[in-house]
């Protein structure tokens, strides 16, 4: 028998469609993926979920999740998956543990990665200095001096977060101006030890075994001068994780995936939610709020399904 209701990915999307699902009584199957819980897993204080007036630990947070979505019924299995068939239903779900299923409903939550620069010193120095994850790496970093690179609201929380440890944080930045939130810009520019290097991109990562400085050029100047560091935090943003739907699914300008605002894709049956097709709010909330609409469709899709 096929699973009713198949959702790939365990953030605050995918749990929240597993909720959703389990209490509709549609048994979700729930495939993990490599980063169980998500991004979320990745952050320290969750200030703005809605309901935690003192905030709550992001791991915490998708614990509750994921408790809540097994109270109601959620199998869950600890892979991930490497291909996906939806030329015909049932739907054909491989993972890389070797297991093949079969479902009625997709529900795609396979969120999104850190981007990285893309110079080869980023790759030689990976986890040698270099990082996408302040909170992961940040006490590595007590103090010394560190460097963080983008200019959105990831970029000023890191280097908030960072200036617990390290004695200067310097935020490199390609503009003049900022796309981060005003409260996060104010926050960044209030601390003593943050200091900012504007219309700067990073051209090298040097060092023996370990990050010792970035070059750095000025766009406006031309010059390169070279910053030292023990750290480097790359913060520029995300990529929505959609590799293993190869050229099945129809994606937006951005790479996300294509819904049409009811978190239906091209796909009769297949819905995405989440950071995966989210590429303007990327909340952990309004991830929450899409894998419920996608559970509900689906619910709904399988109520037609019925009829015939
Ligand atoms: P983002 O808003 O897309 O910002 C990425 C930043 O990196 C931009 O400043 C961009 O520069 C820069 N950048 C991109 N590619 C670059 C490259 N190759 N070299 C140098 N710089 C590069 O991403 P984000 O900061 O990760 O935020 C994503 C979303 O999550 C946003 O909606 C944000 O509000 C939200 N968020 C919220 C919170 C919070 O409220 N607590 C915390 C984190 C994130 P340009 O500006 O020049 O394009």
Redo the contacts with the bound molecule.
């Keep these: 028998m096929p699973h009713k209701v198949l959702i790939i990915g365990s953030g605050c999307s995918g749990y929240t469609a597993a909720i959703y699902t389990g209490r509709a009584n549609l048994s979700p199957f729930l495939i993990s993926g490599s980063e169980i819980g998500g991004q979320l897993m990745l952050t320290s204080d969750v200030e703005?979920f809605p309901g935690f007036p003192k905030g709550i630990m992001g791991p915490d947070l998708m614990d509750n999740l994921k408790a809540q979505a097994e109270r109601f019924g959620t199998t869950m299995l600890i892979d991930y998956v490497e291909s996906v068939d939806f030329s015909k239903s049932p739907y054909v779900v491989k993972t890389a543990g070797g297991k093949t299923e079969e479902a009625l409903t997709v529900i795609i939550s396979t969120g999104a990665t850190a981007?990285w620069?893309?110079i080869p010193s980023e790759k030689k120095f990976f986890g040698k200095g270099v990082s996408a994850c302040a909170v992961c790496d940040g006490a590595f970093y007590k103090g010394k001096e560190v460097a963080v690179?983008?200019?959105?609201?990831?970029?000023m929380?890191e280097s908030n977060f960072l200036t617990k440890f390290a004695s200067k944080v310097t935020l490199i930045?390609?503009?003049s101006e900022?796309?981060?939130?005003k409260i996060?810009q104010d926050r960044a520019k209030a601390n003593p030890k943050i200091h900012f290097m504007l219309d700067s991109?990073p051209e090298e990562v040097v060092g023996a075994e370990t990050v010792e400085g970035v070059k750095i050029r000025n766009v406006k100047t031309n010059q390169v001068s070279t910053l030292p560091c023990a750290g480097f935090f790359v913060?520029?943003?995300?990529q929505p994780n959609t590799k293993i739907f190869g050229n099945q699914i129809k994606l937006d300008a951005n790479g996300y995936i294509a819904t049409d605002g009811r978190t239906r894709t091209n796909i009769p049956g297949v819905f995405a939610c989440g950071d995966v097709m989210d590429s303007m709010?990327?909340?952990a909330i309004t991830a929450a709020g899409t894998g419920c609409m996608a559970a509900l469709e689906a619910e709904r899709y399988l109520e037609t399904l019925d009829h015939h």
Excluded at 149 to 155: C, E, F, I, K, L
Excluded at 178 to 181: D, M
Excluded at 235 to 238: D, S
Aim: overall charge positive; aromatic content about 8%; hydrophobic content about 30%.
């Design positions: 703005n981007k620069i893309g690179v983008g200019g959105g609201d990831t970029a929380e930045h390609r503009r900022f796309r981060a939130s996060m991109v913060a520029i943003g995300h709010y990327r909340q």
